[in-house]
């Protein structure tokens, strides 16, 4: 600061100088001020002096090349990957540790105008000896039909079902009424615990034919054989 009032002082007098020169000079010209000499307000030096060069030195050229330019990777984990380097990765979901279920298979309706076949009725027509008796097989649980003739009309029929060839008895004695022709008919239901085996059944009339004959003449015969279910 304590050279400030020369250079004030010597920027005062420049001009006067200057103006000495010109008038005492017995040359027709004034020579040229040098331009060193000069009173450009420009070059003189400001009560506020110019800023200083900063310390701070200019951002030098970055040796990181600009985005896009560089194959290689950045080192900064948070710098976000240029779109020419940015993979596309598919992942599969993790294992939810839950099973997969299939979808249940559904069996196909049945069509219900289709019906179980239906086995044939199992018939019978008891004969009067037991050489001649037809024999029939039945299922545990199944039925069969007797049915014959030889009767008078109106008269009461009966029916028994025994152990071939003994007096054991498995059915309770069942009656019908002779028709016009003197036929008759009985259905039998075969019990699904019924032991498997040989029956026979026959069919008669108390009190003879209506003559008064004995009621064993009136016997015909048939024999069951009775087969699991």
């Not at 200083?52 to 600009?66: D, I, Q, R, V």
């Not at 060839?165 to 009656?175: G, H, K, R």
């Not at 022709?181 to 039998?188: A, E, L, P, Q, V």
Request: hydrophobic share 35%.
């Amino acid at each position: 600061m304590t050279k400030l009032p020369y250079v004030l002082a010597l920027a005062a007098t420049a001009p006067l100088l200057a103006g000495c020169v010109t008038t005492s000079g017995t040359a027709p010209e004034a020579a040229p001020v040098p331009a060193t000499r000069s009173s450009s307000a420009t070059a003189a030096p400001s009560a506020t002096p110019a800023p200083a060069e900063s310390a701070t030195p200019a951002p030098a050229e970055s040796a990181t090349p600009a985005p896009g330019v560089s194959d290689s990777p950045s080192s900064d984990p948070m710098q976000a990957p240029t779109p020419e380097h940015t993979a596309t990765v598919a992942t599969t979901p993790a294992d939810s540790g839950t099973p997969v279920t299939e979808p249940p298979v559904t069996e196909p309706l049945a069509d219900p105008t289709t019906e179980a076949p239906v086995e044939p009725p199992i018939v019978v027509t008891p004969d009067p000896t037991w050489e001649e008796a037809p024999r029939i097989t039945v299922r545990q649980g199944s039925s069969f039909t007797a049915t014959g003739s030889g009767y008078q009309a109106g008269q009461e029929v009966f029916l028994n079902m025994g152990v071939y060839q003994t007096d054991s008895m498995v059915l309770e004695e069942q009656s019908v009424i002779a028709d016009a022709t003197g036929g008759y008919s009985f259905t039998i239901t075969i019990g699904p615990d019924l032991p498997p085996q040989t029956y026979g059944v026959f069919t008669m009339v108390r009190g003879g034919a209506g003559s008064g004959a004995d009621y064993e003449a009136t016997k015909q015969f048939a024999i069951i054989e009775v087969v699991p279910a």
